[in-house]
């Protein structure tokens, strides 16, 4: 691509130098204004011309003769320059109501403030009105976004993120998945998908470089994910990467999520149900192309070079993560007491051993799992029952173990097999079974409410089989738990019951033993989440530096900077676990190296905090209210009964106004000076 500095002409200008040199370009497009009177221009070209200074040049789409001022026009050159970066500048907008596809350009200037991904879908979304609408309703939209580092040469450079209005929160829902379908639209040319409206029959979508079309998807209509998969790649051929939601997204449960490569999983939020409320079955993708130009590729090696040395001298991503997974955490969390179990309401699970990451190791991995270009490989590839499948992360492994009483690894691995191919997120939905299992326990839910099942602490067949009914929706109690934690437990008259935070179900550290977690929860745009602010990492691990666990001076700036720069990692395309490696100063150089930006440390972490907040505007506009960054009454007022972390409780009454001050929000919304600070005024 070439990058011309070139001088605004007006249209009787162009009229007068109708006999300058006519350039005929595949496309064009105006990058971003620069000054009053000067643009910059993109001409995609196999071979431009030499172009000299204060030359007036026709810019001229291929085949397309000129008639009248578009799409052709004049300019003078001022300055040219190679122009290459990461981003392709072009995302699809298919409207399944009206049945098009469009290709539009994405605005360089509004990508680089918003980075990508999960950053700039946000901000697509809120400029669009969709914080409003019924998330389940034709008007929601969904984004499916890369980050500039998606595709690049970079460690795992290749993830996505879902972006839209979530069905089980109400709010902003992003969820992110890595795998290879990241990078194969990237190469096929797009940032971005953004799909609006609602199909009249199930169809699917398949991109191939500049062939896209929405195809029939009635056959595919019920199956499991990696039936789904198979067929799509017999079909469209075994490059192709496919992502689909199962039979939980068709039937839109607010627990359903988003899978591509069998096991990788946009999995939080609901993100599978405003799929499955447009009819819209898969996402097919494939290109020729194999590689992503960045900015500057010397200076990206050289980067990418030391980010790789500090990944395999980490002991957490050298060692820990590659050798058991992220399971590795189980005995690390219980042993400290902040383990949640039978519904939180303990924290110690004394046979946590039997289901860890050491014990998945030695009696049922057959390999590592990796996404694209993971030098990690966190995935854990299994054997269950003499078929290789995907097996169970840190935080599956505990909702359907410790948190139901389950010590059989056994049937967790299946439990989490049916996840995936019904297309349920796995946590909430296990963590939706201890909600069951607890309503059980004090007799809300009776024997014959449990289609021969019952939901006891510690069956290994209940887990597994309603997971199954969950995502099937093949019974009237699992149709119900497949809506949440919340919903579930609101029906039964104690909501209190569900550990949730604004109805998402909280994951797997007890944030009565680890107070800065407790913060990202409350404060989490997207609800109960770890991974919008991993304080666990130096609460628990002590990466970067070891801060006392239970201690709450200081945690509140602590949980801002992770957040903001957790939003930075989600917006880049590259994987979070590289933060227990890597830290601002080095995601700054790969994304000035692959866009051609300039951020420093401070620069870029601003980018994270416009990210944070622009989330919470869109909740603002979403109906959120400023209670609703709490946790549940069990974190606040019950102290961990046993244990380790014995007596220890939530301190959420000092943090959250320490936190709202660091900030500057008031009532838990940006203050105007907030905003203009963050140009989002
Ligand atoms: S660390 Fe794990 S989740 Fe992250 S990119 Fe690598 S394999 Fe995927």
Redesign the pocket.
């Known amino acids: 691509m070439r990058r011309i500095k070139i001088s605004k002409n007006d249209e009787s200008t162009i009229h007068k130098h109708l006999k300058a040199l006519i350039i005929e370009v595949d496309k064009f497009r105006v990058a971003f204004p620069q000054t009053e009177t000067d643009r910059w221009v993109v001409l995609e070209t196999e071979r431009p011309p030499a172009l000299e200074r204060d030359c007036m040049i026709f810019v001229r789409p291929k085949n397309v003769h000129h008639k009248g001022r578009n799409p052709c026009f004049l300019c003078t050159v001022q300055k040219e320059e190679r122009m290459t970066t990461s981003y392709n500048l072009k995302m699809l907008r298919v409207n399944l109501t009206e049945k098009s596809i469009k290709t539009e350009i994405l605005d360089e200037a509004l990508a680089k403030k918003f980075i990508g991904g999960r950053g700039l879908g946000t901000k697509i979304l809120y400029d669009e009105g969709v914080a409003k609408v019924d998330a389940l309703s034709p008007a929601n939209k969904l984004v499916f976004i890369n980050g500039p580092l998606t595709g690049c040469n970079v460690p795992?450079g290749?993830?996505y993120m879902v972006v839209t209005k979530s069905p089980l929160t109400g709010m902003i829902a992003s969820s992110n998945s890595?795998?290879v379908w990241g990078a194969r639209l990237k190469y096929a040319g797009y940032d971005a998908v953004i799909v609006e409206g609602k199909a009249d029959a199930p169809v699917y979508l398949s991109i191939h470089d500049e062939k896209v079309e929405l195809l029939p998807a009635g056959d595919l209509w019920g199956k499991e994910s990696t039936n789904v998969e198979e067929i799509l790649k017999e079909k469209h051929g075994k490059e192709a990467s496919v992502l689909n939601i199962g039979p939980a997204g068709e039937q839109m449960f607010e627990l359903a999520c988003i899978m591509n490569e069998a096991d990788?999983a946009a999995g939080r939020s609901g993100v599978g149900a405003v799929m499955g409320s447009k009819l819209l079955k898969a996402i097919v993708c494939s290109s020729t192309r194999t590689v992503i130009e960045p900015f500057d590729k010397e200076k990206l090696r050289e980067v990418v070079t030391e980010s790789l040395r500090k990944i395999r001298e980490n002991g957490v991503?050298g060692q820990g993560?590659p050798t058991y997974g992220?399971a590795v955490l189980v005995n690390i969390v219980n042993n400290i007491g902040s383990f949640p179990t039978r519904n939180w309401q303990e924290s110690y699970f004394a046979d946590a051993d039997k289901t860890s990451g050491e014990t998945l190791k030695e009696k049922y991995l057959v390999k590592?799992?990796?996404?694209?270009r993971?030098?990690?490989?966190?995935?854990r590839v299994i054997n269950m029952n003499g078929k290789t499948v995907g097996g169970p992360e840190y935080e599956p492994i505990w909702a359907y173990g410790a948190n139901c009483g389950v010590e059989d690894l056994e049937a967790i691995n299946e439990a989490n097999y049916w996840c995936n191919e019904l297309g349920l997120d796995a946590i909430g939905a296990p963590t939706t079974i201890a909600a069951a299992m607890e309503l059980y326990q004090k007799g809300y839910l009776k024997e014959e409410d449990c289609d021969g099942v019952p939901l006891v602490w510690g069956s290994a067949k209940a887990i597994v089989e309603w997971t199954k009914h969950m995502g099937y929706g093949d019974n009237k109690l699992g149709r119900l738990m497949a809506s949440g934690s919340y919903r579930l437990c609101d029906h039964y008259g104690v909501p209190e019951f569900s550990m949730s935070v604004k109805k998402q179900e909280m994951p797997a550290y007890d944030a009565r033993g680890i107070q800065g977690i407790g913060i990202t929860y409350a404060t989490s745009n997207r609800g109960g989440c770890h991974v919008r602010g991993y304080m666990i990492s130096p609460e628990v691990l002590g990466l970067p530096e070891p801060l006392n666990r239970l201690a709450t001076e200081g945690k509140a700036t602590w949980t801002k900077i992770f957040q903001d720069l957790t939003a930075v990692i989600d917006s880049s395309g590259?994987?979070?676990?590289?933060s227990f490696a890597l830290g601002a100063p080095d995601y700054a150089a790969l994304l000035n190296a692959a866009t051609g930006t300039n951020y420093d440390v401070e620069g870029v972490l601003k980018v994270g905090e416009r990210i944070y907040n622009i989330e919470r505007l869109f909740n603002k506009e979403a109906g959120m209210v400023a209670g609703d960054d709490t946790l549940p009454k069990r974190i606040l007022e019950e102290p961990i009964p046993s244990g380790p972390s014995k007596g220890e409780i939530s301190k959420l009454n000092i943090t959250l106004p320490q936190y709202y001050e660091v900030r500057g929000w008031v009532d838990a919304f940006p203050t105007e000076a907030t905003l203009k600070r963050l140009d989002l005024l």
């Open positions: 795992t290749g993830r890595g795998g990788r991503t993560l992220t590592q799992g990796y996404c694209h993971c030098p990690i490989g966190c995935g590259m994987c979070l676990f590289t």
